[in-house]
């Protein structure tokens, strides 16, 4: 999928240039500060407060370069052309678990994307690959580190 580009929501498409700005203005800007204010300390070849500002504008810039690239090549799912009862990436699909009657709902997004604590899950994760390509009534045996999962799929949407 890296070499194809990764898919995400027109939301995570958003927040990934949302925070790609951030690192070309703010943090930039701040760096740069650090940068001077270190340099205002005199001779730069020992001091270490110099050196952790560049590393950390190092680090800024091939963060910027990443998501650069990450955004140039990944593609905005099209939630009006894809099936609506088949668990695909973009799908919110909400399952049962079959042995203790729990009922969750997860947003099958790309790694990018996932947040578990906002019920977004990767479709790479362990969940996410057991419940893809599934339809409502599908029962799923997903094999995890502490067992295996038993989830019956009660409602798919986008």
Partial sequence: MATDGTYLTQEGYEKLMKEL?????????????AI???RSHGDISENAEYDAAK??????EK???ELEH???TSKI???????????????TVKVKDVKTGEEMEYMLVSEDE????????SVTSP????????KVGDVAEIAIPAGTLKYKVLKISR
Avoid: P, Y
């Fill in 36 to 38: 001077g204010e270190a």
């Fill in 21 to 33: 700005e951030s690192l070309k203005t703010d943090k930039r800007r701040k760096l740069s500060k």
């Fill in 127 to 134: 969940v996410g690959t057991g419940l893809m390509n599934l």
């Fill in 63 to 65: 963060k910027i370069s």
């Fill in 55 to 60: 590393e950390a504008q190092g680090l800024n």
């Fill in 70 to 72: 990450k955004l140039a």
């Fill in 77 to 91: 799912l099209d939630d009006e052309h894809m099936s609506k009862d088949e668990v695909l990436i973009g799908a």
């Fill in 114 to 121: 996932a947040d578990f604590a906002a019920n977004k899950i």
